[in-house]
């Protein structure tokens, strides 16, 4: 079993940022891709940014300048560092991983969802 838990949304001002979390937990052998996707009300589920594990990186153009991906890979955790947020990135962000467990599986896993709120 993995399981991924995000942390480090809230609410925040127009121009403000904020940082997510993510923590991939259970039995992991490694992790290929870590990534994240939100998905405002309303609309389709929409990638933001992954991080593959030789750190090659991706981003939606909508957020390129002002979004950062990052991972600590001993501790199995990425992480989003978001500036200059604007009203329309409000949105529950999702965690995704690829990664193979223990027992020499191959699985995609998404977590719960962390709400992030951008408003004055």
């Known amino acids: 079993q993995v399981q991924l838990v995000e942390s480090g949304g809230g609410l925040v001002q127009p121009g403000g940022s904020l940082r997510l979390s993510c923590a991939a937990s259970?039995?992991?052998?490694?992790?290929?891709?870590m990534g994240w996707h939100r998905q405002a009300p309303g609309k389709q589920r929409e990638l933001v940014a992954t991080m593959h594990s030789s750190s090659i990186t991706n981003y939606a153009n909508s957020v390129k300048g002002r979004f950062t991906i990052s991972r600590d890979n001993p501790k199995n955790t990425v992480y989003l560092q978001m500036i200059s947020l604007r009203p329309e990135d409000a949105a529950v962000y999702y965690c995704?991983?690829?990664?193979?467990?223990?027992?020499?599986?191959?699985?995609?896993?998404w977590g719960q969802g962390t709400l992030v709120t951008v408003s004055s």
């Open positions: 259970g039995s992991i052998f490694s992790i290929y891709t």
């Open positions: 995704n991983a690829v990664v193979s467990t223990s027992s020499n599986r191959r699985l995609e896993v």
